[in-house]
């Protein structure tokens, strides 16, 4: 029988070495229970009802040699998806612009591949050096990066770089099997030697289990340091990727793992990344409680639809949410 009585401490711990069944036991607590101690964890490091927001921009589209089983831009599946080159610089700078003016702080750039050349880095590198110069944060997700490719894209002064593990090491097999849990591991290795923000996190809903869930956050919360933002994804089923038919994760579950994240990871910024569309506002007003504090902005995620901005600022107003116009230096309690 788990007790109902919560054990949360008013100053909460940073760790690097947690254990799967201490993680298991916090997604066994009694909700109210998890939820009590992940929004007094929260209410420590950061203002309660500010959320940082972002905007993601497919900057590269499909044609991807790897075979995610969740992913509508792998060349190994059969998505109604058309492909595109790497868009200009003139044409990402434009969407960047409409971006801050909506409201966005930080500007997030994907391209569909497995590993950048060094000859798309150049390019991609010129659209971080104009975003920033926006005053907006860069993020920008290219698949797997060599320690060189790292410091280049840290020299040009990329705020942050994302590369998920996506699930478990012990379930990934049964997703991926183009690349190695290890290989991502180098990646974000080699983003964090270069002094570039981390951005990693994974997909709920790809058929894993529970203790599949436990293990990517154990993952996540054991890296040598924990990543600055931990991007958590709702499963979007897209036809012709062996994952269309994956069953449905009980909303209450995603809550569960969003408040474990926030008591793993304290000073991170834990976002609700793909699949808000499909949640209601009651789901993502739980998950905001639980300490979820950044969001994707904007009508679509790549490929993939996205909460419309109007719904966004409607549920803000109605929450009493401020969008946070810079996420630097908010990791203490206000």
């Known amino acids: 029988m788990i007790s109902s009585t919560p054990t949360v401490n008013l100053m909460a711990e940073i760790r690097n070495d947690w254990q799967l069944e ?28 500010q959320v940082q927001v972002s905007t993601l921009l497919s900057i590269k589209t499909g044609a991807c040699s790897e075979d995610c089983g969740y992913c509508a831009q792998s060349a190994h599946h059969n998505a109604d998806l058309e492909r595109e080159r790497l868009l200009s610089l003139e044409s990402v700078l434009q969407q960047a612009r409409a971006a801050k003016e909506k409201g966005a702080s930080r500007f997030c750039m994907g391209a569909a591949w497995r590993n950048p050349t060094d000859k798309n880095l150049e390019r991609v590198i010129e659209m971080v050096e104009g975003v920033r110069a926006m005053g907006l944060e860069t ?18 002064g990329l705020d942050y770089y994302n590369h998920n593990l996506d699930t478990s090491p012990e379930f990934y097999g049964q997703v991926i099997t183009t690349r190695t849990y290890q290989d991502r591991l180098d990646t974000l290795e080699h983003v964090r030697k270069a002094g570039i923000h981390v951005c990693s996190g994974g997909i709920l809903g790809l058929g894993e289990s529970r203790r599949d869930r436990a293990s990517l956050l154990r993952q996540l ?17 897209v036809a012709g990727t062996p994952l269309a038919q994956a069953k449905a994760l009980d909303p209450l579950e995603f809550v569960r793992v969003i408040a474990a994240a926030r ?7 834990v976002r609700l990344s793909a699949g808000r569309d499909i949640m209601s506002d009651e789901t993502q007003a739980l998950c905001f409680f639980a300490g979820a504090n ?23 107003d109605r929450l009493g949410i401020e969008a946070l116009a810079d996420a630097k230096d908010h990791t203490d309690a206000a």
Do not use: W
Not at 22 to 28: C, N, T, V, Y
Not at 141 to 154: K, P
Not at 221 to 237: C, G
């Open 294 to 316: 950044s969001i994707f902005y904007g009508d679509k995620l790549l490929t993939t639809a996205n909460s419309e901005t109007s719904r966004d600022q409607d549920l803000f």
């Open 263 to 269: 008591i793993l990871m304290p000073r991170s910024y």
């Open 139 to 156: 993020c920008v997700t290219l698949g797997m990066l060599t320690a060189d490719q790292a410091e280049r894209l840290s020299q040009a």
């Open 22 to 49: 201490e993680i298991l036991h916090l997604l066994d607590l009694p909700f109210n229970d998890l939820l009590f101690q992940a929004h007094t964890i929260h209410r420590q490091y950061f203002p309660a009802n």
């Open 221 to 237: 919360a054991n890296l040598p340091q924990h990543p600055e933002s931990v991007p958590i994804n709702h499963l979007v089923p």
